[in-house]
């Protein structure tokens, strides 16, 4: 399945039994204007997913740390997915969010997934309808084959610093360290390139096209033989750079989950003030 899914696309699709959509708005230091973001208005059949409580474990390295695969398959089949649909995340940030759906259902193996292009912003654009009414969809199984080799931990990055690209997707000023509004340390993973995740798109919020992409990553030093690492601040928008990686054809990266919200509280080396990439 293509990593992106139109607003024409999905329009076309509504109603379809083995369609299921996800409503992945979360907005950081405000964890209850997602859910009535959600109740206010969302596309019709979709279902609310939280990244607090669906998509991140209450416990472990970083911010939002993954959450065990069986226990990640379970709360997401409590929403009515499982292994015979596809779905379709979405925000209103560009998927920013919705990426990290999209990443972890790959990761237990669900690869029928993509990211609504443009998310909400774009399906309002077009006069596409938005309802208030929750779907009530029965429990649905999620079969769990963890795609293994798809993630590192802060010591598979600390050893793998000589040979990996190192891709941090936060802002320009939060990876030079001239700002830290979260985290303990400013700064970024020593010789990591910048590639913040707004680059991915357009000004109307939809993915830049391939060859724009594949052009991004490339001035990073990618290439398709390139092993590769991506790290945010909590391993949320990282998941931002995987998917514009995998629509450049860069596909294979690694996430780095527990991010600079780990790498800053372990007291691993440092860097600061390097030029951003892009």
Known sequence: MSPLESVADLAARLGDPALRIADCRWYLGEPARGPAAYAAGHIPGAVYVDLEHHLSAPSGPGRHPLPEPAQFAAAIGSLGIGSGHTVVAYDDRG???????????????????????????AWEATGQPVTTEAPAYPPAELSVRVRAGDTWDRRD?????????????????????EHEPIDPVAGHVPGAVNVPYEENLGADLRFRTPAELRAVYAAA??????PVVVYCGSGVTACHDLLAMEVAGFGGARLYPGSWSDWSASGYPVEVGAQQTV
């Open 95 to 121: 998927g920013a969010v919705a990426a990290r759906l999209w990443w972890m259902l790959r990761h237990v193996g669900h690869d029928d997934v993509a990211v609504l292009d443009g998310g909400l912003t």
């Open 157 to 177: 990055v600390l050893a793998g610093l000589a040979t990996a690209v190192v891709v941090d997707a936060r802002s320009g000023e939060r990876y030079r360290g």
């Open 221 to 226: 030093g990618i290439t398709a033989e390139s």
